[in-house]
């Protein structure tokens, strides 16, 4: 009983978090083709901020998290006007460019910090004692405030006229040109988002688990294979596929003993078998479309 | 002149698409653009739009090739030649493109509130809205559906629906007929004449010459990338060139 609820929680914890970061990760690549290699590297600086504004400057945990999310947002905008507009129509030079932007956020947090692991002060404190298990509160706040993330992206991009625009754009490009939609302007604005999802997994991750240069390489496995799950490009696919990778790999972790070095392993594995069995994922390809 | 195409010559890579083509619309005025497959109708609607400058500038950094365009295309007396292609669509020139290609995976009513993204104004958006679905009861029908699941005939009536909603002054629709069957396509056009029949202008381009000729008065005839002729259907009928350009007639 005690194995399964804990399981439940680390589960909907980690596959929460996974799913935010996947989310933004599908959601650049759907709008604007970008493979943003990058994507958890800003996940990673944001954690930075975080420990940077709790620990140095003195800023509360909330207000720290709020500054880190806002200039995670401004320095992707910032990277996508200085690198990515310049090539935007080079799938694959974007993709290198963002394989170097991580290596150098990781680079620069290193030198300044070495390769400790930083511990931040959780916003909540305290547990609930369920009599089998006790949840921690930050876990819980954790949990809500993922949902709630997800929650918001829904109505962003289902009710408002930017989520219609942007998804105008992830599926035709061109049409979206006829319909007056300015496409590089939503390239960026997806980009702020989509780095803004980063940051909030970030921040929910932060008192958790502990922050770290090289954090950013493991989820970015974990982001990979839940896309590749879920059908490339596909946000709806994206978060489903990242709660049952969180599921699998909180189910290696408690049911195998001493089995947790396995975890890494099971994005991986889910991967290689999703690519040869059906490797347009659980919502890939949706219609047949003649195109020009 | 309401929109002026001159000397319109656009070239990718060496493969000329369109040869120094003129051609002009008077305000109100509904006109045909025919000519067999492959004769450059479409490159020419999207030089007018903007595409073919967007798809220039989308090859910029890669080893695709290179697409040249000259010439001069002025609406409403403004030239429009180097302006981007959604600055184009603001000012009222709208294109419906071949198979009207909807937001698949968007519902109609969603792609109906993308044609209104330039549109501030609700009550403007909602006159717009009603006015399209008094003109097609059936998207008002299927308003939930998801469009890639609509006919033909459906994504075209959506596709001139979007355009409608982006307050659309010059229609340019790309050959509506393609793929339809007879009866659909007869419908479709009557639509057509209907959205003339509010006031916009329409420059049709059509394969099926029955079509274009029912619905315009005046019509220009595209082959090979040339402009070989314009005149009323019965001139155009009358005429040898034409019969040369489609075989069969």
Redesign the interface.
């Known amino acids: 009983m005690e194995t399964l609820t804990n399981l439940v929680i680390h589960g909907l914890l980690y596959g929460g978090m996974c799913a935010i970061l996947a989310v933004g990760f599908a959601l650049i690549f759907g709008v604007a083709k970008i493979v943003n290699m990058a994507h958890t590297a800003f996940y990673m600086v944001a954690s930075f901020i975080i420990f940077i504004g709790v620990s140095r400057v003195g800023l509360p945990v909330w207000l720290a998290s709020l500054v880190s999310i806002l200039l995670t947002c401004l320095l992707s905008v910032i990277c996508y006007k200085l690198f990515f507009e310049?090539?935007k129509?080079?799938e694959t030079?974007v993709m290198i460019i963002s394989v170097a932007l991580a290596m150098l956020f990781q680079e620069i947090f290193l030198l300044i910090f070495g390769g400790h692991y930083h511990g931040i002060p959780a916003l909540v404190k305290g547990f609930m004692d369920l009599g089998v298990v006790r949840i921690s509160y930050k876990n819980l706040f954790a949990l809500g405030f993922s949902l709630i993330t997800l929650l918001g992206l829904w109505l962003l991009l289902s009710k408002t006229?930017l989520g219609?625009?942007i998804?105008?754009v992830a599926?035709?490009r061109?049409?979206?040109?006829?319909?007056?939609?300015?496409?590089n302007h939503i390239y960026m604005i997806t980009m702020g988002i989509s780095a803004g999802l980063a940051a909030v997994a970030g921040a929910i991750v932060a008192p958790i688990f502990m922050v770290h240069p090289l954090m950013w390489m493991q989820p970015l496995v974990m982001v990979l294979a839940a896309v590749v799950l879920g059908g490339l490009g596909s946000i709806k696919g994206a978060v489903i596929a990242a709660l049952i990778l969180g599921f699998a790999e909180s189910l290696v972790i408690f049911l195998i003993p001493d089995g947790s070095f396995l975890r890494g392993a099971v994005s991986l594995a889910v991967m290689v078998v999703v690519l040869v069995i059906r490797p347009e994922g659980l919502y890939g390809v949706?219609?047949e479309?003649?195109r020009? | 002149m309401y929109l002026e195409v001159r000397n319109l010559t656009v070239l990718y890579d060496r493969a000329m698409v369109l040869n120094n083509v003129s051609l002009n619309v008077e305000k109100g005025e509904a006109v045909g653009l025919v000519g067999p497959n492959g004769a450059g109708k479409?490159t020419m609607m999207r030089a007018i739009?903007?595409?073919v400058q967007?798809?220039k500038d989308?090859?910029?950094?890669?080893t695709k090739g290179k697409i040249t365009i000259e010439g001069s295309v002025v609406f409403n007396g403004e030239e429009l030649i180097n302006v981007?292609?959604?600055?184009i669509?603001?000012r009222g020139l709208?294109?419906c493109?071949?198979?009207g290609?909807p937001?698949?995976?968007?519902t109609v009513k969603?792609n109906l509130?993308?044609?209104a993204?330039?549109v501030k104004d609700k009550r403007v958006i909602k006159d717009s809205l009603d006015k399209v679905y008094y003109l097609f009861p059936r998207l008002k029908e299927r308003i939930d559906q998801v469009s890639?699941?609509l006919s033909g005939g459906e994504r075209t009536m959506l596709s001139i629906g979007?355009a409608l909603m982006?307050q659309a002054k010059l229609l340019l629709i790309d050959e509506p007929s393609t793929g339809l069957a007879p009866l659909v396509k007869q419908d479709l056009f009557t639509r057509i004449k209907d959205v003339h029949g509010l006031g916009i202008t329409i420059l049709l381009v059509e394969q099926d010459i029955s079509f274009a000729f029912d619905l315009a008065p005046r019509n220009y005839v595209l082959s090979q990338g040339k402009m070989i002729t314009q005149g009323s259907p019965e001139e155009l009928l009358a005429d040898e060139s034409i019969r040369r350009t489609y075989p069969g007639l």
């Open positions: 310049r090539v129509h080079h030079a006229r219609i625009a998804r105008s599926q035709d061109e049409v979206a040109n006829l319909v007056g939609i300015n496409i949706v219609f479309e003649e020009l | 479409s739009t903007g595409l967007w798809e989308s090859l910029k950094g890669t981007p292609a959604p600055r669509a603001q709208i294109l493109p071949e198979r290609r937001f698949r995976e968007m969603e509130e993308a044609g993204y330039l890639g699941t979007r982006s």
